[in-house]
């Protein structure tokens, strides 16, 4: 049994595209709520929490719902069709309010495309596991999140050569590249890959999976202690990663001078450095255990945020922290899902895969109203600080961990080092 990797690089377009929405979200929506309509850090600091919040609610509705309905076109497709056509008339809207310094505008269209992205975001995820044979799920995750790389690096390049100079400059050709990039993705998506068909063949390659009986069982103390400190030190290096990424384009626009959309080149640094370090870091974990990788990897994000804070204005050395930034994020993502879901018994591993989004996410809806307030209140500089203050705290809650960390054994495909969740 081999995988598909032309079908499975179809179905990561509507990722690739979800990722290209998210990378320009969090560089530009805090720019123009500042610098276009004034708004204080910690008002926008609560705007920027509003997506992590209605995900905690649209996610696992629309993921259960989509789960249930039965069209001609499949399960998922009617909501990734229906999604992204909508999210494209509500973005294309947000240039319009920007230009015409229109704030209700701005804010209603802004909640509208977070609701429709979130109306097909789990169905867009749902997707590939619904048409990939289970023994190949982890080499299609792979490509998957390659794909979602892919439209990271995407909307970064847009920012850097679509954002003009100037205290205003004109997002319209920005969004629209988003926009356009949304649309094509998912028509290629819709025309090529009959979901339908696809998924009435998958009961007979499943035949010949024993997959065991799914069995539940309570965790012993101790287990139970271990499985607290990961999901808290998971929320704690989420509250510092998340700050710096959703506040960077402030920081390096108004502390370090930055123009032109130039901040984007050290977030594009950080994403290849973070793509190109899978493998290494597969080598590394199957040495050394997941927990080391991880504790290695919050030690470097610390060690680049206390460099940081140094800086007064921007230098090309920064670079060089941003690309060990990249390959500690990755380090630590490799291995933090793994560890939660090694704790479970096996019938309840999307009870625990869920513990893990409950925590990381609800850290992504609190980072941005903290580190706001610290931001307007105490000054701009406080960010790289803050970030090191909590990777520090990350760093000692995963030294109490004691349990998840089964050394993962070699890839047999060079692939399967880029499993990671997104």
Not at 218 to 228: A, G, I, M
Request: proline residues 5%; neutral net charge; charged residues 15%.
């Amino acid at each position: 049994m081999k995988l598909n990797y032309r079908r499975t690089t179809l179905i990561g377009l509507a990722f690739l595209s979800v990722c290209a929405f998210w990378q320009m979200y969090d560089n530009i929506i805090p720019l123009i709520l500042k610098d276009t309509f004034g708004l204080g850090e910690t008002v926008t600091g609560v705007i920027m929490a509003m997506d992590n919040i209605l995900a905690l609610f649209l996610l696992p509705f629309f993921g259960s719902l989509s789960d249930k309905i039965d069209t001609r076109i499949g399960k998922r497709m009617p909501f990734i069709l229906i999604g992204t056509a909508l999210a494209f008339v509500f973005l294309m809207l947000l240039p319009f309010a920007d230009r015409s310094r229109n704030l209700l505008l701005f804010i209603g269209a802004l909640f509208f495309v977070l609701i429709c992205m979130g109306l097909y975001r789990s169905p867009a995820v749902a997707l590939m596991p619904d048409l990939t044979p289970k023994p190949l799920r982890s080499q299609a995750n792979a490509v998957i999140n390659l794909m979602g790389a892919v439209g990271g690096v995407y909307a970064l390049i847009m920012i850097r050569f679509l954002v003009g100079a100037g205290p205003s400059p004109d997002y319209f050709p920005l969004f629209l590249s988003i926009g356009l990039l949304m649309l094509v993705c998912v028509a290629v998506l819709f025309f090529t890959i009959p979901e339908k068909k696809l998924r009435a063949d998958m009961p007979l390659e499943d035949e010949t999976i024993d997959e065991g009986p799914a069995t539940t069982a309570e965790l012993p103390r101790e287990v139970k202690r271990s499985l607290f400190f990961i999901l808290l030190s998971i929320a704690l290096w989420f509250i510092a990663y998340n700050a710096v990424t959703t506040a960077f384009s402030r920081y390096a626009t108004h502390v370090w001078g930055m123009e032109h959309g130039g901040y984007a080149n050290c977030l594009m640094v950080a994403t290849v450095a973070a793509i190109i370090s899978y493998i290494p870091i597969g080598a590394i974990s199957s040495r050394v255990g997941r927990k080391k990788t991880i504790l290695i990897g919050v030690a470097l994000l610390a060690f680049c945020y206390l460099c940081a804070s140094f800086y007064n204005s921007f230098h090309f050395t920064m670079n060089f922290f941003f690309a060990i930034i990249g390959f500690a994020w990755a380090a630590i993502n490799v291995n933090s899902l793994p560890m939660v879901v090694e704790i479970a018994a096996s019938g309840d591993v999307g009870k625990y895969t869920g513990y893990y989004y409950t925590f990381s996410m609800a850290a992504q809806v609190i980072t941005p109203i903290l580190s706001g307030f610290l931001l307007e209140h105490v000054s701009y500089r406080t960010l790289f600080p803050y970030a090191l203050i909590f990777s520090l705290l990350a760093f000692f809650t995963m030294t109490m961990v004691k349990h998840g960390d089964s050394k993962p054994e070699k890839k047999k495909n060079v692939l399967e080092n880029f499993d990671v969740d997104d």
